[in-house]
């Protein structure tokens, strides 16, 4: 690195996001400088076929000259207002009735926040407030799972429960437990079915709410598709016996659709993939197709009509932050929204989705992967040791982070987690950049092979 590198330069000035930061400050940084189309090109003008779409957010790719005009208009007419007061930016208006027409019947009413973190912040406030206002100050703890991950606010970390979010940070906070991660291929027992797998799970669930006193569980939080845990697609009937549980003793499903929402699943919205009926729905990442941080919390009407009862006895609704609604972000969200209906993505979706499957399901037959997994245009390889006993290797090897490394040098951006590499391209990948993408990591893991062997 030269001392006046734009690597050096942000070595000795910016503090990154996961990364081990002693290691980053010998390896030096990937600088991008340019997106076009699912390739974004670094400072050296080397490609790469971002299969991650950026953070599993770029929905529409990296150079959207369509969002880039929409900004550009909305800076020139109002660059900036803001919802306290009873004020509001007519854009932010039109951007909450588009989400009315779209989203599930259960969640018509839009607060809008800048990230998914803030978005689910705000769900664990509102579900607080919701149950003081109607009078049960008791119920308020709240679900998430194993594995989960639901953003890094104080509130939001704790309800992620992936070690490095929490080590160190003295989280989670109180209030907050942790339902077991629905993972067949590492968790269900020996010969037991996806279905008797999520039985069990929704009967551990039960037997929690029951010893913990459902007079003390507000809600349960859950991603149609845990992501960032490794792209865990949930068993057979999961959320159809979980659902029936948390109704029978009146918790509320946070159904968090950072990454799910907006057609990544093959549906509008995870919860229609997988038959949830959400009371709060948080909204993020391809809201904006990420050109933009936007995010929204969707909530019933119910407790809409509790909150504002309650904010009147109060005096106001006393949350709100500066960006809330921000119109220049509004405006690219309605064109992000514009863009999907007039391109048809979700058909797109649908459409190459079943390539995009074909060849992660091949993926099975390498060597290292014990699970290929994945629904719509999201999924992950699962690199495991022993094939037959699901043996994973020892941590130590870094396994995943080295085949992610490797594909990196390929030309093909993936996430590892812990040995699982996860999947998540830009909805408007073509079938050849598919194919591009599941040829790469074929021979990143061939490498790997020679390498481990
Ligand atoms: C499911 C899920 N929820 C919430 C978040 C947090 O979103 P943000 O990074 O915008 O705060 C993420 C981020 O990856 C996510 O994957």
Redesign the pocket.
Known sequence: MLSNSIEARDIASQVHSYVDLAALEEAGPLVMTRGEGVYVIDNNGKRYLDGMAG???AALGFNEERLAAAAVRQFKRMPFYHNFFGRTPDVTVELAEKLQSITPESVKRVYFA???????DLAIKLVWYYNNAIGRPEKKRIISRVG??????VA?ASL?RIPVNQKGFDLPIDRVLFADCPHHYFFARSGESEEAFAGRLAEDLERMILEEGPETIAAFIA?PV???GGVIVPPATYFERIQAVLKKYDVLFLC?????GFGRTGNPFGADTFGISPDMM?L??ALSASHA?I?ALMISEEIYQAIKRYSGQIGMFGHGSTYSGHPVSAAVALETLRIYEADRIPDHVRTIAPHFMMRLNAMASHSLVGEARGVGLLGAVELVADKAEKATFDPTLKVGPRANAIAQELGLILRARGDALTICPPLIISESEIDELFDKLWSALERLTSELH
């Not at 800048?114 to 689910?120: D, L, P, T, V």
């Not at 989960?148 to 606010?153: D, F, L, P, R």
């Not at 968090?256 to 799910?260: G, P, S, Y």
């Open positions: 953070l599993w957010s800048n990230s998914g973190s803030e978005a689910n989960g991950y639901h953003g890094i606010t939001t992620t991603e845990m992501a960032a968090d659709e950072v990454v799910c948080s993020a990442k941080p995010s």
